[in-house]
Nanobody
Framework: QVQLVESGGGLVQAGGSLRLSCAASGRTFASYAMGWFRQAPGKEREFVATISRNRGNTYYSDSVKGRFTISRDNAKNTVYLQMNSLKPEDTAVYYC??????????????????WGQGTQVTVSS
């Protein structure tokens, strides 16, 4: 497992942008697939985006496709989530997650074994 710490959340108006960061500890970051999930009050945690260990493959939920971009810098042990054209329905706690990458696409929360503490994103209308 790796330790994950998210940052970059905050309050933004609808139509605005935020960039979330997730810093990982350990020397095996480059071997991990990384994901972003979110959970709104009273709702289940939902998948947002994932990126493979070598940045070759990305996958997004339909609700964020075309607005959010996931990326990673293996030299900095960091994964990012650039969020543009934010909507009030994007309001949630955003979590970073990691798991060993065995060349698959991981979009279910139970597939991940390391989680950050979450960062709040609030989009006002």
């Amino acid at each position: 497992q790796v330790q994950l710490v998210e940052s970059g959340g905050g309050l933004v108006q609808a139509g605005g942008s935020l960039r979330l960061s997730c810093a990982a500890s350990g020397r095996t970051f480059a071997s991990y697939a990384m994901g972003w999930f979110r959970q709104a009050p009273g709702k289940e945690r939902e998948f947002v985006a994932t990126i493979s260990r070598n940045r070759g493959n990305t996958y997004y939920s339909d609700s964020v496709k075309g607005r959010f971009t996931i990326s990673r810098d293996n030299a900095k042990n960091t994964v990012y989530l650039q969020m543009n054209s934010l909507k009030p329905e994007d309001t949630a706690v955003y979590y970073c997650a990691a798991r060993p990458d065995y060349s698959s696409t991981y979009y279910r929360s139970w597939e991940y074994d390391s989680w950050g503490q979450g960062t709040q994103v609030t989009v006002s209308s």
